[in-house]
């Protein structure tokens, strides 16, 4: 399995676990980020952090780091 942070613009992938640190897991949770939820990857920063994804209906801009701790399951086109 890929964490999130390794997904080109473009790719979709359905959230399998969100692990770390528990306050960066805590307000990832809070913000939506379950698992079980479809993202998409919208694009990056010009210097790659940091990241932005859809998640349901609005936009998220993720650290790297933290989007390391995202594992995914890439969805086909």
């Known amino acids: 399995m ?4 390794q997904l080109e613009r ?3 992938a359905r959230v399998e676990a969100v ?5 960066v897991v805590q307000r990832l949770l809070e913000m939506g980020l379950l698992e ?8 990056f920063a010009p210097l790659g952090d940091p990241m932005e ?3 349901r209906d609005f936009r998220l ?3 790297r780091q933290e989007a390391a701790g ?7 086109h």
Request: avoid cysteine.
């Open 2 to 5: 890929l964490s999130l942070d």
């Open 10 to 12: 473009g790719q979709r």
């Open 19 to 23: 692990a770390g640190h528990d306050a």
């Open 36 to 43: 079980g939820e479809e993202i998409e990857v919208l694009g």
């Open 53 to 55: 994804i859809r998640l």
């Open 61 to 63: 801009s993720l650290r």
């Open 70 to 76: 995202v594992t995914v399951i890439v969805l086909p």
